[in-house]
């Protein structure tokens, strides 16, 4: 397989310098083979980190739903609650008004 380069017409330089690159070149082939494992585990975490981050702003969302709901129910409250203060209001004048004028008669 490599006998083109352990001809008697190579050097010992070249044949060292072939065998040099021989070597840098599988160990790039398997820093880059560790390299791409590396990508493809952070892709993978990534994605379940943002699975995550979507299953937390899913549960955000439907607690500001119910914190939503809440705050209309408070709402309705207060304004009945203003109505009922109102109507007494009404009445206590009503009432001041009617002692006023049976004193007065």
Same mark, same amino acid.
Do not use: C
């Given at each position: 397989?490599?006998?083109?380069?352990? @001809?008697?017409?190579?050097?010992? =330089?070249?044949? /060292?310098?072939?065998?040099?690159?021989?070597?840098?070149?599988?160990?790039?082939?398997? @820093?880059?083979?560790?390299?791409?494992?590396?990508?493809? @585990?952070?892709?993978?975490?990534? !994605? /379940?980190?943002?699975?995550?981050?979507?299953?937390?702003?899913?549960?955000?969302?439907? @607690? /500001?739903?119910?914190?939503? /709901?809440?705050?209309?129910?408070? !709402?309705?409250?207060?304004?009945?609650?203003?109505?009922?203060?109102?109507?007494?209001?009404?009445?206590?004048?009503?009432?001041?008004?009617? =002692?006023?004028?049976?004193?007065?008669?």
């Amino acid at each position: 397989m490599f006998a083109w380069y352990e @001809e008697s017409t190579t050097t010992p =330089f070249v044949k /060292q310098l072939l065998h040099d690159l021989r070597d840098m070149v599988w160990r790039l082939k398997r @820093e880059n083979a560790k390299l791409s494992m590396a990508v493809d @585990e952070a892709r993978l975490e990534l !994605g /379940q980190v943002g699975n995550v981050g979507d299953a937390e702003l899913i549960a955000v969302k439907e @607690e /500001q739903k119910l914190k939503e /709901q809440e705050a209309a129910a408070l !709402g309705d409250r207060v304004r009945k609650l203003e109505n009922e203060r109102l109507a007494l209001l009404y009445a206590f004048g009503l009432l001041f008004v009617a =002692f006023v004028l049976f004193r007065v008669m």
